[in-house]
């Protein structure tokens, strides 16, 4: 039996000859397949997720339903002309579910697809909004996550704390989800808890079907101490639910069973102060004692997508290390992490029946799905490989320098297509959002990746280098939280000895150093900028410079009373952090400003306000605004635009 080919040698043998290569170009954007959503079936046999198109002849992008063996084979699309989200099978894995608006409309229903074939039923015919659901065990119902839907034109009462949020707008009393029971067959919607001042999200069932785990959010002053509070329900209308404990919020809260129901693996966040920083733990929580177990504290890493084992006596999730996030398994009963793989990003985890897909990427190949094998990845979709079989990619090498105070900082860089030793180049310092998170070998196809700009650029003639700066995750806790209530500090010192370590190794002509990001990327440059006079172009994307500005405008109440204090109690520690804004008179950068006029999680008065004062002090500036875009873009047209500008603003000044 000849032997089945590894993921390299399968894209390899669909990728073209390189002959044709040429660098990344804006118009690829409409060419891009972004895969995600991952689903397994309850026999492990299949996977099902999505593929998002960002559609030129409609300006729009849309994501379809594809499903393929977890053996391998040719994956098959499944829905067309629906937007589609939340995939998920149906306990008995004779379905597909997932939400979608029925054609000329927008509102979101329930579909159903026949794994095996089929055209999709639509099983709902609800009037609220529907942000998420659970399967129950017996196959006949389902938890909806659920919002009411209030008429058009109507003003937004606002009586909590916690008030705006991106995507979803402002939060008011009906803003605020609960949890209903939706019986599939007849469509009979029932609600099964729905506190007005609080909301219910992040739903799991128990594999019989009996109770219901949430999460409870308050929105009011409770809200500024970061916490979640669990709860255990039973699921049928009128039952009271049992508090079970309260943790502090993670980035990404996940909720799961263990197969005998007798405890809930959950992530757990930090203290109100380092909201910010979090590096999400897993944890189990034993429902008869309320005792909570603590799985991954001494690890100090970053974890994702915790789901138990088949028999229940382990975790698997994905571990987040310095620039790399890799597979692992953590035993119940104690013990050393296991890794379940090498050098990789996997970006999504899912596990039925002893077989375990991955969403998984790396610096030259955008997500795709995985068997995980053995440690091996075993390609099982390829969406992309035709496309980027034709670019010119820059290999990544990972790099270490020392910032001012002697630290060593990671990062990575990318040499120019045609790099030629002892030539200096055009250089830019590209810099990662967040702060949370990490500069990876991964190349996300989001509506902005840092690592994907990354390769724009190097394929178009800069060196790039990538700085995890103090802040950033992947190297624990004490780096990430290095940088609380100092904003632009100990983050604008690495970068700048990033800067210095391109100029050093002959890499960069220091009369040609640009810098830029998106959202915390766009902060730090306002930041840098505002600090040293070397770059002579700066992109500042979705960032803010006069913070004080910003308090009760964006969505980091948290940070902002637990971290750093109330602006009228220590005004001068304000101040300092607005610095780049109150000493907007030090820069002579030119400088693009960029936002989305729907954005709220950095809105664009942070950009407004910098654009302000640099024309006002003669500095060349631009302030390009997107109409109805959030933080992060979704029409296509306007990704295309963006890129085009981005290249045209550092080509002007650098090139």
Request: hydrophobic residues 40%.
């Amino acid at each position: 039996m000849p032997a089945r080919p590894t993921a390299l040698a399968l894209l390899a043998l669909l990728l073209p000859l390189a002959a044709s290569a040429r660098p990344l170009a804006p118009e690829d954007w409409y060419a891009f397949r972004e895969v995600s959503d991952l689903a397994i079936a309850p026999d492990g046999a299949e996977v099902a997720y999505l593929v998002s198109r960002y559609e030129r002849a409609t300006d729009q992008s849309r994501a379809a339903l594809w499903r393929v063996p977890w053996r391998g084979g040719a994956p098959r699309q499944l829905t067309h002309g629906l937007d589609v989200s939340h995939p998920g099978y149906s306990p008995d894995g004779h379905f597909i579910s997932f939400l979608a608006a029925p054609p000329k409309s927008t509102r979101v229903q329930l579909w159903l697809v026949p794994r095996h074939g089929g055209a999709p039923r639509r099983v709902s015919q609800v009037t609220g909004v529907i942000d998420d659901y659970a399967w129950s065990a017996d196959n006949r119902h389902v938890v909806l996550v659920m919002h009411e839907d209030p008429p058009p034109n109507t003003p937004h009462v606002i009586d909590g704390m916690y008030f705006k949020v991106e995507r979803r707008g402002y939060i008011d009393a009906a803003a605020r989800r609960h949890l209903y029971r939706l019986d599939v067959r007849s469509g009979q919607l029932s609600s099964l808890h729905a506190d007005p001042s609080q909301e219910q999200v992040r739903p799991a069932v128990s594999p019989d079907g009996r109770w219901v785990a949430y999460v409870q959010r308050s929105f009011d002053e409770g809200a500024l101490q970061a916490r979640d509070t669990l709860y255990l329900l039973e699921s049928r209308p009128g039952a009271e639910p049992r508090r079970l404990t309260q943790v502090s919020s993670p980035n990404r809260q996940r909720l799961r069973f263990a197969p005998d129901g007798r405890s809930l693996a959950l992530l757990t966040g930090d203290e109100p102060r380092y909201n910010s920083y979090i590096n999400d733990e897993a944890a189990v929580l034993d429902l008869a004692s309320g005792a909570l177990r603590p799985l991954t504290h001494e690890l100090d890493r970053q974890v994702y997508s915790p789901v138990f084992s088949d028999d229940g006596a382990a975790l698997i999730l994905a571990v987040e290390d310095d620039g790399y996030q890799y597979p692992a398994r953590v035993p119940l009963a104690g013990g050393a992490l296991e890794r379940l793989g090498g050098a990789m990003v996997v970006d999504e985890l899912v596990s039925a029946a002893g077989h375990t897909a991955v969403l998984s990427t790396s610096d030259r190949s955008p997500p795709e799905v995985f068997a995980l094998e053995a440690g091996q990845l075993r390609a099982l979709s390829a969406h992309n490989a035709a496309l980027f079989g034709q670019l010119d990619l820059a290999t990544l090498e990972d790099v270490a320098f020392r910032s001012r105070d002697g630290t060593e900082v990671h990062g990575q860089l990318l040499k120019p297509a045609g790099y030629r030793d002892g030539e200096r180049y055009p250089a830019l310092v590209w810099i990662h959002g967040g702060p949370e998170g990490q500069d990876d070998h991964s190349l996300e196809l989001a509506g902005y990746g840092p690592p994907l700009e990354r390769q724009f650029f190097a394929g178009h003639g800069y060196v790039v280098l990538a700085v995890n700066y103090r802040g950033s995750t992947g190297r624990g806790r004490a780096w990430a939280r290095a940088i609380a209530g100092d904003w632009g500090h100990l983050e604008v010192e690495d970068l700048l000895a990033g800067a210095d370590f391109l100029v050093e190794r002959g890499l960069a002509d220091p009369q040609r150093l640009g810098i830029g990001g998106w959202s915390y990327g766009g902060i730090l440059t306002d930041y840098t900028i505002a600090s040293d006079t070397r770059f002579k172009a700066a992109i500042s994307g979705a960032g803010s410079a006069n913070q004080t500005a910003m308090f009760g405008a964006d969505e980091y109440i948290v940070a902002y009373t637990a971290e750093v204090g109330l602006p009228w109690r220590d005004p001068e520690r304000w101040l300092r952090l607005s610095y780049p804004f109150f000493h907007a008179d030090r820069i002579h950068t030119p400088t693009l400003f960029l936002g989305g006029d729907d954005d709220f999680d950095v809105p664009v008065a942070g950009g407004e306000q910098m654009y302000q004062a640099l024309r006002v002090l003669g500095v060349p500036s631009e302030l390009v605004v997107y109409p109805n875009e959030g933080h992060v873009f979704t029409r296509p047209s306007y990704l295309v635009d963006r890129w085009r500008r981005l290249l045209a603003w550092m080509d002007r000044y650098l090139k």
